[in-house]
């Protein structure tokens, strides 16, 4: 994956390097609520199979506390169109899980949307 569409496509990411292929160091700045802060962390893209599937694999560490996920995407050709089932977790510490817990699940798909339509933007220019 290119390191700038993915940078393009992560809500909130000022800075995306490769730094072997396949995973990327990134920088995020984003808020979930009243919770701001910086992350600084890697994705991780495994288990390729192009092009029905892969996994995205997340860690990050910031302010507001820490932050591992992952999700298998499941692509499918739906008329010429791409659909994309993704199955994921995450898990947060820190003052983001215990100030921002019934926020999680909502901000996660919001962010997860949010990535989607972005990368869909910079795959179709």
């Known amino acids: 994956m290119d390191p700038d569409i ?3 496509a992560i809500p909130g990411a ?3 390097m490769e730094i072997v292929p396949g ?3 990134v920088e995020i700045k984003l808020g979930i609520g009243i919770i701001r802060g910086r992350f600084s962390g890697t994705v ?3 288990d390729l199979n192009p092009p029905s599937s892969q996994r995205l694999i997340m860690i990050g560490e910031g302010t507001g506390g820490w932050i591992k996920g992952g999700g298998a995407l499941m692509l499918r050709d739906m008329e010429g169109n791409t659909e994309i089932e993704v199955n994921g977790e995450a898990l947060t510490g820190g ?3 215990r100030v921002g817990q019934r926020m999680i699940g909502n901000a996660s798909k919001t ?3 949010q990535f989607f339509k972005n990368l869909n933007r910079e795959v179709t220019r």
């Open 95 to 97: 003052v983001l899980a």
């Open 44 to 46: 991780e893209t495994t």
């Open 14 to 16: 000022e800075r995306c």
């Open 23 to 25: 995973k990327f160091q």
């Open 6 to 8: 993915l940078a393009a």
């Open 111 to 113: 962010l997860m949307g």
